[in-house]
């Protein structure tokens, strides 16, 4: 019988919850589900309110009564922010959170590289912005509550998978025993360790780096402002690298890597924890300065993926498909894209919107982007901490150049984790002009966020649906694209169409927004009245035109819905 602990989980700073367990005598007979999600960390809640959003029910089955312990992922990007407004969660992010865009590596007591992501007025979020992923797991609890499809069973811990032709049959303990349900869909959101893979006798494939490094979350009073602190070599911690991050409520991440030989046990002991702070704390300048322990844990670089996020009826997202190193804020942050992708691939066919090839096309999207990331995260990690004495003399050598010359600081850049492009995707149309651009959004990419008033910006008016934006000053959109848009509402794909440029209202138009100046225009890459992109339901561009017609924008949304 599963018995999860009742105990709220200890904080200096957050009040855990513990809910109350769903019990299945207290229901009736289990109907058969259209979607379970197992888990409900950050990739299982967003699938299911992506799923919600497009109008699909889901159970949501939790192991624990509590959200996760400790800080874990505390950095949200820009995109991750774009996709959480989706969501209805970006609000309590942004008004809880730190935002911040500086990042620098510091070596021998000297900032060699001040690294500055780019932020303007056209973006409605900060480039990062820190905040405990309890309190992101509390908002996508709130927000789950709210949505009216999505049932959050607490305490409810999948321990049996058996797969069907057309449904999988599973088996749920909680702590009165166990019962089972039947689900067409399961999605495994149940995090690195995942139990699903294991029942599957599923590999991950790819590479474990060398070493061991610790995560240290300490309450102290700090006069640095929020910017990523990377201090190399230091004196107390030879050729490894320590990071640190302002967080809300006092408390300071402190990360670093342990030295060869010693064990988490070891690292985790209080007095050898406060040795190290201290040494941290003296470098910096801090020495003396009281601090008190939150919560710290050991953890290992990994960069693994499963080769396919659909077995059967199954369908794997977040740490469940992946294992990332969390060097450049990966974990998290590519659950959000994960959950965003299946959300909306897996509403289509449930919907039979679009066939089950769409799922194939996820998967193939979603590996994709864990191989690059993988490649990309692997650079970084073998930066911070080299793992031969080839790589060691590399990046000695770019420290020591570092403090006289600058055409080597860049190669300190952190390489932070960013939205993946699909470019290669099925779903891109053939004979859109794509190539003819020079300016906007490319195949694949996610939208340009544009800014309309105040407190106004484009995406806050995209997704759910497919997007069409269309540039024009006419009053109307050309009869032609308004059949080929009716047909595809007809047969129950959402779109939305966007005019964009007109000084009044354009009729066949669900919305028209001005651009008086031509910002917009230029944004996009737009030359003359009539360009349009078409956006997928998570906003990524499929098609784009410098002249649509009917029949170039129904063949993209055939190249897009595939049967
Ligand atoms: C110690 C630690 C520190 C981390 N630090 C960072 C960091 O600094 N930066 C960063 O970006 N990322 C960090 N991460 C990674 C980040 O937390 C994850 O990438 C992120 O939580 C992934 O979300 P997920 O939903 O895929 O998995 P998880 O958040 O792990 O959620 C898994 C869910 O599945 C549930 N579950 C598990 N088994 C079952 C079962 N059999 N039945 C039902 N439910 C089940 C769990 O209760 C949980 O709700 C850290 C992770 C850990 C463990």
């Known amino acids: 019988m599963h018995q999860p602990t009742t105990t709220p989980r200890p904080s200096i700073y957050y009040d855990y919850q513990v809910h109350a367990p769903w019990l299945p005598s207290r229901h009736a007979a289990q109907p058969r589900q259209r979607v379970v999600i197992a888990g409900a960390g950050p990739a299982g809640m967003v699938t299911a309110l992506e799923l919600a959003r497009h109008g699909v029910p889901s159970v949501v089955l939790t192991a624990e009564l509590q959200v996760s312990q400790g800080s874990r992922a505390i950095v949200f990007t820009r995109r991750s922010m774009e996709i959480l407004q989706q969501v ?115 590999q991950l494939e790819g590479a ?29 911690n030879r050729g490894n690298t320590i990071l640190m991050h302002r967080q809300p409520h006092g408390i300071w991440r402190v990360d670093y890597q342990l030295p060869p030989g010693e064990s988490p046990e070891q690292a985790l002991q209080p007095e050898s924890m406060k040795a190290r702070i201290d040494a941290q704390l003296a470098m910096i300048g801090h020495a003396g300065t009281p601090w008190e322990m939150d919560w710290c844990s ?51 066919v449930v919907q039979g919107l679009a066939g089950e090839a769409l799922l194939a096309n996820h998967s193939a999207e979603r590996v994709g982007a864990a191989r690059e990331i993988i490649d990309e995260a692997g650079k970084s990690t073998r930066f911070m901490t080299p793992p031969t004495r080839g790589f060691r003399l590399l990046r000695d050598a770019v420290l020591s150049l570092s403090l006289s010359q600058d055409f080597v600081r860049p ?35 996610p939208p340009q966020n544009v800014r309309l008033g105040a407190d106004e910006f484009l995406l806050d008016h995209l997704g759910g649906g497919f997007d069409l934006l269309y540039f024009t000053e006419a009053d109307a959109l050309p ?11 007809q047969r129950g794909v959402p779109v939305r169409v966007i005019a964009v440029g007109a000084a009044q209202a354009v009729q066949g138009a669900d919305l028209t927004l001005p651009d008086a100046d031509g910002h917009f225009r230029r944004r996009y890459g737009i030359r003359a009245s009539g360009g349009a992109y078409l956006l997928r339901p998570d906003q990524h561009v499929c098609a784009r035109w410098l002249t649509l017609d009917a029949t170039r924008l129904a063949a993209a949304f055939a190249q897009a819905l595939p049967q």
């Not at 490094?213 to 300490?218: E, G």
């Not at 080769?307 to 009826?313: A, E, H, T």
């Not at 993946?420 to 906007?440: I, K, M, P, V």
Request: glycine residues 8%; charged residues 20%; negative net charge.
């Open 479 to 489: 009869q032609p694209l308004q059949q080929v848009v009716a047909g595809v509402r």
């Open 88 to 202: 209805g969660v970006d609000r309590p992010m942004s008004a809880h959170g730190l935002p911040w865009r500086f990042g620098n590596s510091i070596y021998r007591g000297r900032t060699v590289f001040r690294m500055e992501a780019p932020h303007d007025a056209d973006d409605r979020f900060f480039p990062m912005l820190n905040i405990q992923q309890q309190y992101l797991e509390q908002y996508l609890i709130e927000a789950c509550a709210a949505s009216g499809l999505i049932e959050l069973r607490w305490g409810n811990k999948l321990v049996g998978v058996a797969q069907q032709p057309d449904h999988v049959d599973l088996s749920i303990d909680t702590p009165e025993g166990e019962y089972t349900l039947q689900s067409d869909w399961l999605v495994a959101a149940d995090g690195g360790r995942s139990d699903i893979r294991a029942m599957l006798g599923l």
């Open 298 to 348: 050991v953890y290992s670089a990994r960069a693994l993926t499963l080769p396919d996020y659909r077995i059967g009826r199954v369908l794997f997202t977040g740490d469940a498909a992946h294992l990332l190193p969390i060097f450049g804020v990966r974990g998290a942050n590519t659950a959000f894209q994960d959950a965003q992708s299946l959300g909306w691939h897996l509403a289509f």
């Open 208 to 236: 474990s780096y060398e070493g061991l490094f610790v995560i240290a979350d300490i309450r102290i009073d700090l006069p640095f402002p929020t910017e990523r602190l990377a201090y190399f070599d230091p004196d107390w």
């Open 411 to 445: 190669l300190f850049h952190w390489r932070t984790s960013r939205p993946h492009e699909y470019t290669q995707s099925a779903l891109n149309s053939t004979g859109d002009d794509n190539a003819l651009f020079s300016a906007g959004p490319a195949h694949g990419a």
